[in-house]
């Protein structure tokens, strides 16, 4: 496997999102995502507030870029918004980073591959035995 190297593009989010602002955002980023497995960090660290809008917005971004076999990580965000995202389901979609730089370095490293066991303890086809 290699270290998949990338152009990272960090976009400001604003700190209100009207409807308009949105499609004016998604728009901007379009030139990011003209590229094959595109690489986006959002900066939330203007976002206070998280509403329907700004979670529209962050699920658009994903798409474009899954579209594109890429990815848009998160960074700076509050923990109102995270509180936002969490609650919604939206968290488990995206990364989230303290900082971008964190954000930006983590597109440049291998996945880490986890190894499940998958044998069951004997007791356990004891019990299921018994149970029976």
Same mark, same amino acid.
């Given at each position: 496997m290699t270290i998949r190297d990338c @152009?990272?593009?960090v976009k400001q989010l604003p700190e209100a999102l009207t409807m308009k602002h949105a499609r004016v955002f998604l728009r901007e980023l379009e030139s990011c995502m003209k590229s094959d497995r595109p690489c986006v960090v %959002?900066?939330?660290s203007k976002v206070r507030q998280m509403d329907r809008t700004a979670v529209? %917005? %962050?699920l =658009?971004? %994903?798409e474009e870029a899954i579209k594109r076999n890429g990815d848009v990580k998160l960074a700076a965000v509050s923990n109102s918004a995270r509180e936002i995202l969490e609650l919604t =389901?939206?968290?488990r979609? !995206?990364?989230? !980073?303290?900082? @971008?730089a964190e954000a930006m370095i983590s597109f440049n490293r291998l996945p880490t591959v986890t190894t499940l066991q998958t044998t069951t303890p004997a007791r356990s086809?004891?019990?299921v035995e018994n149970a029976a």
């Open positions: @152009n990272v593009e %959002l900066d939330c529209h %917005l %962050l =658009g971004c %994903l =389901g939206v968290s979609l !995206f990364e989230m !980073f303290e900082t @971008n086809y004891r019990a």
